[in-house]
Nanobody, 115 residues
């Protein structure tokens, strides 16, 4: 059973930056796609970044040019660099791993963008 652990969340002012980390219990990120998701209070969980096993990335328009997903295979870790943060970026951020249709999730990390 793969374990995923997110970290790096916190309180940041609008316009600030945060880097989230998603660490896996085994060296698996190089083999399967990984997504970051955001769930705001009272809202559904939406994806905000995606990286394939080949390193191809994709983002929804709402975060494009502000968020960057990357992967360090040696550390079994996927990152989400978030810049120019807005209040609407507030939510719990989760990473997920898709292994042939079986999805593994972390416990999430809270990001709050506020003055």
């Amino acid at each position: 059973q793969v374990q995923l652990v997110e970290s790096g969340g916190g309180l940041v002012q609008p316009g600030g930056s945060l880097r989230l980390s998603c660490a896996a219990s085994e060296n698996i990120f190089r083999l399967y796609p990984v997504k970051w998701h955001r769930q705001a209070p009272g809202s559904q969980r939406d994806w905000v970044a995606y990286i394939t096993a080949n390193g191809v990335t994709n983002y929804p328009d709402s975060v494009k040019d502000r968020f960057t997903i990357s992967r360090d295979n040696a550390k079994n870790t996927v990152y989400l660099q978030m810049n120019s943060l807005k209040p609407e970026d507030t939510g719990v951020y989760y990473c997920s791993l898709d292994v042939y249709g079986v999805h593994y999730w972390g416990q999430g990390t809270q990001v709050t963008v506020s003055t």
